[in-house]
Structure formats: structure tokens, C-alpha cells
């Protein structure tokens, strides 16, 4: 049985409370001791034993992304669960929720167990699969949310799509509700976008784009969340862009009412500036907005009314970016990148880090109901190590994952995964440089 153990290093656990420096073992797949000098005594030439120097290190549980599209089945050529997953370990993500928007839709019983026993046999992380809200994602039809749950299934959603009718809405929550399921809308009134190809304003103008207004989105926030009120359901806001959605979660939460938002990486560093030069790699669902909404969003993010970062990691092949911006597809990758861009914010005295840490652990674990991660004695060793100071610089040829949609290509980026642990077993290692 092979023991790990991490001397010295800065255990971040916000379920805890607890952000100090301690010694970890690991064992038999468990945290077996977290404390000053629990590693006193162990030394590297003990058997099947790895001693890691944690000095300007953290130790965090793994994290957990609510907003995952693995591409599988169906879009294999952009991802799969395999390389899907193998991206996640390199991100610190030990649990991906997978989206349903594949080829079929994940909208019965066969496709979730399918894309379960695929993520058993050859998934380097723990992948929960979220059905569709409707059959083929169309808006009509609710889907048999018993049989998804039953599946495996721990939420349903149309990502993509907005449930834009009312009627079929509020079915969907108090039938989501009757089978312990989290229904997980993407916000867009699609009469109001009709076209469009990025955020209305300023920039669009300038570039002759069709303008996607925030108010498609922030009206549909509205309306489900006196949904959610009339009927008791558990409601999550799918990537969160505008300062009106934020504004309207954080009353919603004053009320008492059960919702949960989460935010992506790009809609905390990015405007819709970046879109200037029809950059193709900003082109994003929701689209990237405006600088106040971006300070919003991070006001919300740090006081706990957004309560989890998600990647919306969405990967596509180059032909479908390499090509007019109206003909490019929506999305880009970021389940490699999500860390270091997060820590921008923390090194800029924007977010602390505990709370970071919180909002890819507990947040998104509270709000899917999962069980809380924590670096406790006895508790799962799905857990990732981190070097916050570590410089590099983004290489798209060298991610995991099978496309290379980002726009931060050649960026300078500081902090870095180290290690990733799922069950105790080393999914993804990234050794430091010699010397340091």
C-alpha cells in the first residue's frame, strides 16, 4: 500500500475553517493524519513510501466543476470522457459534471449509464453526467427525470438552450424537485438574441457585430427565480455574466429561496474588448461583457452570492473556430487554464484564498448536494497540490485535452497545479523545475 505524505505544507480546507501550514499522510486512499509533526518519524527510505516537500505549496481537496462538456457520445473529435478527464487531472479537478448537449442528447436512461461505465472503466476523475431538462433539448418535452437520477444523473439542464416557455419551466422544478434534482438553467431569452454574435455595446458597434443585450438573460434570471419561489425548487444559474443576474441571485438569496449560482474563469478576466480583431476564441456563450459587469461578478464571487467558479470547459476542433466570426462555434477550453487565471485575482488582492479555494470545493459541492471535500483524517484523499507562485506560460499543443480553443495562448500565467490525487492515487503530476 503506497503512503504519501506532504511535510509542511499550507493546507487550505475551508470546510474546516482551517488554512495553515501541517504535515498530511495518505494512505489507503484516506487522509490517515493532518497536524504539526504528523509526518515526524516518516522518512522517504520507509517502504512504498513518497515524502514531498510542501514548503510555499497548498493542499487543497480536489476540485469539483459543475460546467464540464466532455463531448461524449458524439463529438469524440473535439473530446472524450478519456481526454476529457485527463485535462481535468491537470486542472486539479477531481469531479466534473458533464453536460448533455452530445450526439444523442443525454436525455434517457441508456446514453447516462453509457457515459457512466465509460468514466468508470478509463476516467481519470469522478464524472456525475447532468441530463437533459427536455427531450432533445428542444423546449417541449420534459424528460423522464426518475430514470436519469436512477442513471446516475445529479442534475438536469439544456445547456445551450434557455427553457424559455414558462409552463414547460415550472414543470421542470417541481418535477426536479419530486426526484432530488437540481435543475441548472442557461439563461438567454433566444428572441432577444437572435443573431447575435457577441455582448451589445460599445465594441459590437464598432465591429458591426449584432448585439446581445444583457437583459436576455437577466429577465430570464428573473422570472425562474420567482419559479423557483412559487414552487420550493432547487434552482443553479449556468454561467453567470451580468451584473444584473448577480444583483438578482443575491436578492433571491436574501429571501431565503434555494438558488445557487456559479461563474467561469473567462467572465472574471475578460471583457468583450477582447473580442476586438474578431477573435474567434472570445467568442463565448454567454458572451464575454463589459467591464462593470466583470467587476460585478467578482464583488459576487467574493462575498459569497456567486457561490462557484465552473469552466464551462468547452472544446472544439480548429475548423470551427479558424473561420468567419459568425460561423465560429461558442466556447473555449478551460478546465487547464482555470487555476492560474483564478489566482490573477487572488494575487491582485481581489479574492482571498480561502475563499477560492471554497468556490471550487464546498461552493459547488453545497450546491449539487455532494458530499462537502475537506483535508480531514479519515476523508477521501481527492485532493490537489499547489505551487501559487510558478510561472509558465500557456501552451495550447501541450494541454491534455484534445482541442486548443483559448485565447490566453502565449500568455504568462502564475500559479500551477503540482499534483492532483483522486482516492489517493496520482492522476496528474507536474514536478517542479530543479532548484526551486
Known amino acids: 500500500m503506497m503512503r504519501t505524505v506532504l511535510r509542511g505544507v499550507r493546507v487550505i480546507d475551508p470546510a474546516r475553517g482551517l488554512d495553515a501550514q501541517r504535515d498530511v499522510v495518505i494512505e489507503g486512499g484516506r487522509v490517515t493524519a493532518v497536524g504539526e509533526g504528523a509526518a515526524a518519524g516518516i522518512g522517504a527510505e520507509a517502504r512504498d513510501t513518497r515524502v514531498i516537500d510542501g514548503a510555499g505549496r497548498w493542499l487543497a481537496p480536489g476540485f469539483i466543476d459543475l460546467h464540464t462538456?466532455?463531448?461524449?457520445?458524439?463529438?469524440?473529435?473535439?473530446?472524450?470522457?478519456?481526454?476529457?478527464?485527463r485535462a481535468a487531472a491537470a486542472g486539479g479537478f477531481t469531479t466534473v459534471c458533464a453536460m448533455p448537449n452530445t450526439r444523442p442528447v443525454n436525455d434517457n436512461r441508456a446514453i447516462t449509464e453509457s457515459m457512466v461505465a465509460k468514466a468508470r472503466a478509463h476516467g481519470l476523475v469522478r464524472v456525475y453526467p447532468i441530463g437533459a431538462i427536455t427531450r432533445g433539448q428542444e423546449g417541449r418535452e420534459l424528460t423522464e427525470m426518475a430514470d436519469l437520477r436512477d442513471a446516475g444523473c445529479v442534475a438536469v439542464s439544456d445547456d445551450g438552450r434557455c427553457v424559455t416557455d414558462a409552463g414547460v419551466m415550472r414543470r421542470a422544478l417541481e418535477y426536479a424537485t419530486t426526484h432530488g434534482l437540481v435543475v441548472v438553467q442557461?439563461?438567454?431569452?433566444?428572441?432577444?438574441?437572435?443573431?447575435?454574435?457577441?455582448?451589445?455595446?460599445?465594441?459590437?458597434?464598432r465591429l458591426g457585430l449584432k448585439g446581445w443585450p444583457r437583459f436576455a438573460e437577466d429577465h430570464i434570471v428573473a422570472r425562474d427565480l420567482m419559479l423557483a419561489d412559487a414552487t420550493?425548487?432547487?434552482?443553479?444559474?449556468?454561467?453567470?455574466?451580468?451584473?444584473g443576474a448577480a444583483a438578482l441571485v443575491r436578492a433571491a438569496k436574501e429571501r431565503g429561496l434555494n438558488v445557487s449560482a456559479e461563474v467561469t474563469p473567462h467572465h472574471l478576466t475578460l471583457t468583450d474588448a477582447a473580442v476586438l480583431g474578431y477573435n474567434t476564441a472570445c467568442k463565448v456563450n454567454p458572451p464575454l461583457r463589459e467591464a462593470h459587469?466583470?467587476?460585478a461578478l467578482?464583488?459576487?464571487?467574493a462575498d459569497g452570492t456567486i457561490d462557484s467558479v465552473a469552466t464551462d470547459h468547452a472544446p472544439h476542433a480548429s475548423v470551427e473556430k479558424e473561420c468567419e466570426f459568425a460561423e465560429a462555434a461558442h466556447g473555449m477550453v478551460g478546465l487547464e487554464t482555470a487555476l492560474a487565471l483564478l489566482l490573477g485575482l487572488v494575487h491582485g488582492g481581489r479574492l482571498k484564498a480561502a475563499r477560492l479555494v471554497e468556490a471550487l470545493t464546498v461552493g459547488p459541492a453545497r450546491a449539487f448536494g455532494f458530499e462537502v471535500p475537506t483535508v480531514r483524517e479519515g476523508a477521501c484523499a481527492d485532493l490537489v497540490l499547489i505551487d501559487p507562485a510558478r510561472v509558465w506560460q500557456?501552451?495550447?499543443?501541450?494541454f491534455a485535452s484534445k482541442s486548443r480553443n483559448t485565447p490566453f495562448a502565449g500568455r504568462e500565467l502564475v500559479g500551477a497545479v503540482e499534483m492532483t490525487l483522486v482516492g489517493g492515487a496520482i492522476v496528474y503530476e507536474n514536478p517542479r523545475p530543479e532548484g526551486v
Open 298 to 301: 467578482i464583488a459576487a464571487l
Open 186 to 205: 442557461h439563461a438567454e431569452d433566444h428572441a432577444l438574441t437572435r443573431g447575435a454574435q457577441m455582448h451589445e455595446g460599445a465594441v459590437s458597434t
Open 69 to 85: 462538456h466532455l463531448r461524449e457520445p458524439g463529438y469524440e473529435y473535439k473530446e472524450d470522457i478519456v481526454s476529457g478527464t
Open 293 to 295: 459587469d466583470v467587476e
Open 232 to 243: 420550493g425548487a432547487r434552482y443553479h444559474l449556468a454561467h453567470a455574466s451580468t451584473a
Open 394 to 398: 500557456v501552451a495550447p499543443e501541450r
